[in-house]
T-cell receptor, first 113, second 114 residues
Framework: GENVEQHPSTLSVQEGDSAVIKCTYS??????FPWYKQELGKGPQLIID?????GEKKDQRIAVTLNKTAKHFSLHITETQPEDSAVYFC????????????FGKGTHLIIQP | SAVISQKPSRDICQRGTSLTIQCQVD?????MFWYRQQPGQSLTLIAT?????????ESGFVIDKFPISRPNLTFSTLTVSNMSPEDSSIYLC???????????FGPGTRLTVL
C-alpha cells in the first residue's frame, strides 16, 4: 500500500540557516506532493505543493524538489525565522482521483535564536 | 482558498457516548474528507464524504463507528460512536474545491474521552 517516510523527526537549526526535510514514497502512481505546516493547536496549513510534471517549485523562502525516479521529495526553507518553528508534514496523493492524502510522520522544526 | 469551520472546537466526553462533529465550508467544494490525528502523531484518512451517497472508508475504519453525512456541497458531519479513551484525537475536515486540486484543512476538533 501507500507509504511515506519522512526524515528527520526533529530538526534544530540556528536562525538564519537553512532547513531541509526529506520524504520518500512507495506508490509510483502518486503525482501530487504537498507540504503542510502545523502550529500547536491549529489545523495543517498548506505551504507549498508540487506535481509530478515539475522538478522544483519555489515560493519566496520555501522550495520543494521532486525526484520521481528515486521517489523522493524535499522541503527547503532558507533564512529561517523563529516563526518557522512548527511541525511539518509531507504527503502524497493521486492528484486526480477521489482519494485523500497519505502523510509522513512529521518533522518538528525548532529555530534556535 | 476555502474557509473551513468545525464545531465543536473541542469537547470532553464520557466513554460509551457519541459526538457529532460538523464541518462547514464557505463555498461549494467537490471533495470533502475526514482525518484523525492521534496525540503527537500524523494524520490518517478516515473516509471520503460523498455528497448524496455513503462515505468511502479507509481500511481500519467502519461506518458503524464513524458514520458520516454529506447532505450538500458545503457541509458534512462525522460522528464518533460509542466512544472509548482510544478515540481521543484531533478530528480534521479537509476539502478540495476541484477533484485532485489543493486540499485545505479545517482547524480541527479536539476530542478527549474519559
Amino acid at each position: 500500500g501507500e507509504n511515506v517516510e519522512q526524515h528527520p523527526s526533529t530538526l534544530s537549526v540556528q536562525e538564519g540557516d537553512s532547513a531541509v526535510i526529506k520524504c520518500t514514497y512507495s506508490d509510483s502512481a502518486s503525482n501530487y506532493f504537498p507540504w503542510y505546516k502545523q502550529e500547536l493547536g491549529k489545523g495543517p496549513q498548506l505551504i507549498i505543493d508540487i506535481r509530478s510534471n515539475v522538478g522544483e517549485k519555489k515560493d519566496q523562502r520555501i522550495a520543494v524538489t521532486l525526484n520521481k525516479t528515486a521517489k523522493h521529495f524535499s522541503l527547503h526553507i532558507t533564512e529561517t525565522q523563529p516563526e518557522d518553528s512548527a511541525v511539518y508534514f509531507c504527503a502524497q496523493g493521486p492528484g486526480g482521483g477521489a482519494d485523500g492524502l497519505t502523510f509522513g510522520k512529521g518533522t518538528h522544526l525548532i529555530i534556535q535564536p | 482558498s476555502a474557509v473551513i469551520s468545525q464545531k465543536p472546537s473541542r469537547d470532553i466526553c464520557q466513554r460509551g457516548t457519541s459526538l457529532t462533529i460538523q464541518c462547514q465550508v464557505d463555498s461549494q467544494v467537490t471533495m470533502m474528507f475526514w482525518y484523525r490525528q492521534q496525540p503527537g502523531q500524523s494524520l490518517t484518512l478516515i473516509a471520503t464524504a460523498n455528497q448524496g451517497s455513503e462515505a468511502t472508508y479507509e481500511s481500519g475504519f467502519v461506518i458503524d463507528k464513524f458514520p458520516i453525512s454529506r447532505p450538500n456541497l458545503t457541509f458534512s458531519t462525522l460522528t464518533v460512536s460509542n466512544m472509548s479513551p482510544e478515540d481521543s484525537s484531533i478530528y480534521l475536515c479537509s476539502v478540495e474545491q476541484v477533484q485532485g486540486g489543493t486540499q485545505y484543512f479545517g482547524p480541527g476538533t479536539r476530542l478527549t474521552v474519559l
